[in-house]
């Protein structure tokens, strides 16, 4: 990628590059988020848990509302994402909890493959975000 003084330089953008515009926001190639497997991505200065279920993609606002653990650093099974610190458990596609200790649905955003690139489809949801 190349900037010309912190913004893009249209003239050297790759083809099927997906612009951020303020209907989308470009969180990850398809790529980087490998197979059943979660990752961190910041963006727009927050910070999200971005999840690959059996090639279906998945995002959340990335700390744990019970504790201060980030969720892109625990385990995925399926389509359940386990905190690191204490165990509790979320699903990832409606964001609700599945295993105690938590108890309150995580925060949950919309999210669409476009042009090979995971797109965050709906970027009000950032400012709305339901911080427990």
């Given amino acids: 990628m190349f900037w ?14 997906v612009m951020t515009t303020p209907n989308r926001l470009v969180l990850a190639s398809v790529k980087d988020v490998p197979l059943d497997d979660v ?8 910070d999200l848990a971005l999840y690959n279920v059996d090639g279906t993609f998945y995002a959340s606002r990335d700390l744990c509302n019970h504790g201060n653990a980030r ?11 386990e905190c690191p610190l204490h165990g509790g ?7 609700e909890p599945c295993a105690a200790p938590v108890t309150h649905a995580m925060v949950t955003y919309s999210v669409a493959v476009v042009d090979d690139q995971v797109v965050l ?6 400012e709305f975000e339901n911080v427990e």
């Fill in 39 to 46: 990752i961190a991505v910041h963006v727009a200065g927050h």
């Fill in 89 to 95: 458990c979320f699903n990832v596609v409606s964001g």
């Fill in 4 to 17: 010309a003084i912190g913004i893009y330089c249209l003239d050297f953008i790759p083809k099927g590059y």
């Fill in 71 to 81: 969720l892109s650093d625990g385990f995925l099974d399926g389509d359940v994402i």
């Fill in 121 to 126: 489809t709906a970027p009000e949801e950032l």
